[in-house]
C-alpha cells in the first residue's frame, strides 16, 4: 500500500472518530446547559420563597398642589423662611360669567400658590399683583383687595369650583385686607372716611355726641346696638372688635355662603413692591364638622380652588377671578 493511500485512509478514519465523538458530545453538552439553566430557576424560586415578603411601595397620586410638611407652620407670616423651601405653583385666573355681579376680564398675571402643614394647621400662602393696595371699604364706592381659598373632597364635581355643592360643601378661607387694616389700627368708622365729620344730635342715643363728632361703633352701649341692624343682626361684616383678618365659611353652592360659628382661621397680608403676599390658614381637624366644615388629613387628595378680589377694579361679592378646580395634596 502506498504512503499516498496509507495518509487517506488515516484522514477518513479520523473524520469518523470525530464525527461520532461529536454525536456523542453534543447531547451531554445541551443536557448539562440545560440542568443549569434549570437549577438556576428553581434556586430563585426557592430564594423569593424563603426571603420575607417586602411590602410594595405605595405611589402618592398625582396633585396639582402639594403641601409639605414642616415642623411649625407659619400661619400668620407670610415671610418665613418656612416658604423660601416650599414649592411655587403658578394657578391662573379666570373670569367669572355665572353669577350676577359679573366679571369679565382675567388677569394678566397668574398668582402664585405655596402651601404647607404641620401636626396641627395647614396654610396656604397666596401671591398676587395689585399695583395699589386697597385697603378700606368704608365708603360707597370703596371696594377692598381681597383673595381666598376654597376646600372640598375628593373627587368634586366641576360647578364645585363656585362654592362648593349640595353633597360636597366647600370650606372657604377668606383673607380681607379691610379686616387686616381693623385689626391693625381699629375698626374703619365713618371718621376714616370722612375726618371733617361733624353732628349735633345723634337720635335715639342722648349724650353721645362729644365735640361735634359722632360716636363710634365700638363705643355703642349694648343696650343701643338693636338700633344698628347689621350688627344687631350679628353680621360679621360689620363688627367693629375683629380678631383675625380671615373669615371661615361654609358654601353649598352659589347664594349659600354662610359664616361658620367658629372663627379660628389665622392669617396675614403683607404688599410690597406692587404685590400681595397673604397667608390663610385652618386647623387639619374641623371645629365646625356639624356644619360641614372639612377635615384635612396628611397622604389624602381634596379638591382646591383660588379667587382673588381687586378693589381698584370694583370687586365684591361675586364680582371676582376665580381659577379652575385644582387638586391637592398633603405629602
Request: glycine share 6%.
Amino acid at each position: 500500500m502506498s504512503v499516498r493511500r496509507r495518509r487517506l485512509i488515516a484522514r477518513v478514519g479520523s473524520k469518523i472518530a470525530s464525527t461520532r465523538a461529536d454525536r456523542l458530545l453534543f447531547p451531554l453538552l445541551t443536557a448539562a446547559s440545560l440542568a443549569s439553566i434549570l437549577l438556576a430557576y428553581f434556586y430563585r424560586q426557592i430564594e423569593a420563597a424563603l426571603k420575607p415578603t417586602q411590602p410594595a411601595a405605595q405611589e402618592q397620586p398625582a396633585a396639582d398642589i402639594i403641601a409639605r410638611r414642616v415642623s411649625k407652620a407659619p400661619v400668620s407670616d407670610p415671610e418665613s423662611p418656612v416658604w423660601k423651601d416650599t414649592p411655587a405653583y403658578s394657578v391662573s385666573l379666570y373670569d367669572q360669567s355665572i353669577v350676577r355681579p359679573l366679571k369679565t376680564a382675567r388677569p394678566n398675571q397668574p398668582i402664585t400658590v405655596k402651601a404647607v402643614y404641620d401636626d396641627e394647621w395647614i396654610v396656604f400662602r397666596l401671591s398676587f399683583r395689585s399695583e395699589k393696595p386697597s385697603k378700606r371699604s368704608v365708603k360707597v364706592a370703596e371696594f377692598r383687595d381681597a383673595c381666598a381659598v376654597l376646600l372640598a373632597r375628593h373627587p368634586a364635581a366641576p360647578e364645585a369650583r363656585f362654592m362648593g355643592t349640595a353633597d360636597n360643601p366647600a370650606t372657604i378661607l377668606h383673607w380681607k385686607a379691610d379686616w387686616q387694616l381693623d385689626v391693625e389700627e381699629g375698626f374703619q368708622d365713618l371718621e376714616n372716611a370722612f375726618p371733617n365729620v361733624t353732628a349735633d344730635y345723634y337720635p335715639p342715643l342722648k349724650g353721645v355726641v362729644v365735640d361735634g363728632k359722632p360716636p363710634k361703633t365700638v363705643d355703642v352701649a349694648n343696650k343701643a346696638v338693636m338700633y344698628f341692624p347689621a350688627l344687631n343682626a350679628g353680621n360679621p361684616l360689620s363688627e367693629p372688635i375683629k380678631k383675625t383678618p380671615v373669615e371661615k365659611l361654609i358654601g353649598r353652592g352659589p347664594g349659600t355662603l354662610a359664616t361658620l360659628p367658629a372663627q379660628d382661621a389665622s392669617g396675614w397680608g403683607l404688599w410690597r413692591d406692587g404685590s400681595w403676599h397673604v397667608v390663610l390658614a385652618k386647623r387639619l381637624k374641623a371645629t365646625d364638622s356639624a356644619q360641614g366644615e372639612i377635615d384635612v388629613e396628611p397622604g389624602k387628595l381634596y379638591a382646591c380652588a383660588f379667587s382673588v378680589w381687586f378693589g381698584s377694579e370694583g370687586d365684591r361679592g361675586s364680582r371676582k377671578n376665580p381659577s379652575m378646580l385644582l387638586t391637592l395634596l398633603l405629602q
